[in-house]
Nanobody, 120 residues
């Protein structure tokens, strides 16, 4: 059984930065970040294979967000140049394969989420 706990969310002004972390207990393979805004479906943000270093990003965050994870550090998501449209609940997830995926349904375990609000 895997448990995931996100942290680091908060209120930030447009153009600001935040770094999210995801603490995991149990064995994890490839991991990802997703987000869900009110009234919208959960969407892919970023994913990583910690062994190969392979990453993938949604077009909407490419160049602004950086996902990282290695054997010694928890999963993190560094977010810069934040925009109001980045406002959402952010979730980390892991699946039982090393290959990364952008599909939420392919992930087995999810955290409870951490809220990110970008506003003046």
């Amino acid at each position: 059984q895997v448990q995931l706990v996100e942290s680091g969310g908060g209120l930030v002004q447009p153009g600001g930065s935040l770094t999210l972390s995801c603490a995991a207990s149990g064995r994890t393979f490839s991991m990802g970040w997703f987000r869900q805004a009110p009234g919208k479906e959960r969407e892919f943000v970023a994913a990583i294979n910690p062994i190969s270093g392979t990453t993938a990003y949604a077009d909407s965050v490419k160049g602004r967000f950086t996902i990282s994870k290695d054997a010694k550090k928890p999963l993190s998501l560094q977010m810069t140049s934040l925009k109001p449209e980045d406002t959402a609940m952010y979730y980390c997830a892991t699946r039982s394969l090393w290959a990364i995926s952008i599909l939420a349904k392919s992930y087995n375990y999810w955290g409870q989420g951490t809220q990110v609000t970008v506003s003046t």
